[in-house]
């Protein structure tokens, strides 16, 4: 019997190992550096948008409580008719001033004023406001954010008739609001009013 052998031969082919290369990479950080500026960019906007309704909503509201201190005070006796100009012949300030906590008479933006600047009261861990609103140090753990970017204008002046005549028995009040935010954005926020003067008063 015959016994035959045979040689098999195997050929090994070098493995092919494919990856990225430098370029690929590159372009790839490019992607997602552009992707994360944009995502920074959004969530900026969105505070910016956040903050910007926030500064809206208590210029509002900093405006209407400053005409009707001004009715209060009026209908109270607390001032005259003849108080209500701005100086030296009345008691309010003239120009843009900064928002302090009103003095003595409760009404703010007059000679009378504090130098404790308005704030927003916000409530701490346990939800409840404790600080009364005029109050110059916090109550509790209540959290004091000063108004320091907004600055308010009381106008006083007396209401015209079509021929330019002044009524001495009305004066028109507009309060505005101003709020700076940052360098870029400056915005005014109005509220407009008429106070009235009886003939005993004038007198």
Do not use: H, W
Request: aromatic share 6%; net charge neutral.
């Amino acid at each position: 019997m015959k016994t035959s052998f045979r040689r098999i031969s195997k050929s090994s082919k070098a493995t092919k190992c494919e990856g990225f290369t430098l370029i690929e990479v590159m372009i790839a950080a490019v992607i997602m550096v552009v992707g994360l500026l944009a995502l920074m960019a959004l969530f900026a906007k969105a505070l910016s948008a956040v903050q910007f309704a926030q500064d809206d909503q208590i210029a509002k509201q900093k405006s209407r409580e400053t005409l009707e201190s001004i009715y209060a005070a009026r209908n109270d006796g607390m001032i005259t008719f003849n108080d209500i100009q701005n100086v030296p012949n009345g008691i309010f300030k003239s120009g843009f001033n900064p928002m302090y906590l009103p003095g003595g008479n409760g009404i703010p933006g007059t000679t009378s004023d504090t130098n404790i600047l308005d704030r927003v009261i916000l409530p701490g861990k346990d939800g409840i406001v404790q600080t009364p609103p005029n109050s110059p140090a916090p109550a509790g753990d209540d959290v004091l954010v000063p108004l320091s970017n907004f600055q308010r204008q009381i106008d006083i002046a007396p209401v015209t008739d079509q021929n330019n005549n002044a009524n001495p028995f009305l004066a028109k009040i507009t309060v505005t609001i101003r709020v700076n935010s940052g360098s870029m954005y400056q915005r005014d926020y109005q509220t407009t009013g008429y106070v009235a003067a009886t003939q005993s008063t004038v007198q």
